[in-house]
T-cell receptor, first 118, second 111 residues
Framework: GAVVSQHPSWVICKSGTSVKIECRSLDFQATTMFWYRQFPKQSLMLMATSNEGSKATYEQGVEKDKFLINHASLTLSTLTVTSAHPEDSSFYIC??????????????FGPGTRLTVT | AQSVTQPDIHITVSEGASLELRCNYSYGATPYLFWYVQSPGQGLQLLLKYFSGDTLVQGIKGFEAEFKRSQSSFNLRKPSVHWSDAAEYFCGSSNDYKLSFGAGTTVTVRA
């Protein structure tokens, strides 16, 4: 159980276009999802916390108008990178938390999405 | 604010030898602690976690970790490393349901 999927697994887009990444919890309901960014050979940096039915909370330094997050249902959160530029190229990973269980501090991670902006 | 430190950037170990990865956390109360493993181009897989209780926790793939409050440490160990253990390992600490990760330790396994 506790499977999280991401789609697409990799995407290449042209500079100036927008890209949407989906994060789904497949076998549980996730009231909270998290979006991370990981540069090569580096750790994961939390970008934002996505709460179902409310606005996302962004970490300091993350542009909310550039990284649009929507968490419209208990199993789906989306991250849209708007007007992407080469510096946005990175590995984006989502995670989900099932707050209904006693393991609410656990986060279940998706497989990640590799974004390359040309 | 909480922080997690992994002092070792890269460790090379021979197959069959023991492995220990260090992790130190800084936070007043007992945090929720995790170890994750990441293979190249993949997401994170949970190896083990500590919330409370027995300070020696067993995880998957033969890994274990020991929580030592006096040293603010949560070191990961494996008695005998397999070539498939070559990966990136991240220690994490959760507070207010947000995970903070250490910089990661790259483990290379030599034959």
């Amino acid at each position: 159980g506790a499977v999280v999927s991401q789609h697409p697994s990799w995407v290449i887009c042209k500079s100036g276009t927008s890209v949407k990444i989906e994060c789904r919890s497949l076998d549980f309901q996730a009231t909270t999802m998290f979006w991370y960014r990981q540069f090569p050979k580096q750790s994961l940096m939390l970008m934002a916390t996505s709460n179902e039915g409310s606005k996302a909370t962004y970490e300091q330094g993350v542009e909310k108008d550039k990284f649009l997050i929507n968490h419209a249902s208990l199993t789906l959160s989306t991250l849209t990178v708007t007007s992407a530029h080469p510096e946005d190229s990175s590995f984006y990973i989502c995670s989900a938390r099932d707050s209904r269980t006693s393991k609410s501090h656990e986060q279940y991670f998706g497989p990640g999405t590799r974004l390359t902006v040309t | 604010a909480q922080s997690v430190t992994q002092p070792d950037i890269h460790i090379t170990v021979s197959e069959g030898a023991s492995l220990e990865l260090r992790c130190n956390y800084s936070y007043g109360a007992t945090p929720y602690l995790f170890w994750y493993v990441q293979s190249p181009g993949q997401g994170l897989q949970l190896l083990l976690k500590y919330f409370s209780g027995d300070t020696l926790v067993q995880g998957i793939k033969g890994f274990e970790a020991e929580f030592k409050r006096s040293q603010s440490s949560f070191n990961l160990r494996k008695p005998s490393v397999h070539w498939s253990d070559a990966a990136e390992y991240f220690c994490g600490s959760s507070n207010d349901y947000k995970l903070s990760f250490g910089a990661g330790t790259t483990v290379t396994v030599r034959a």
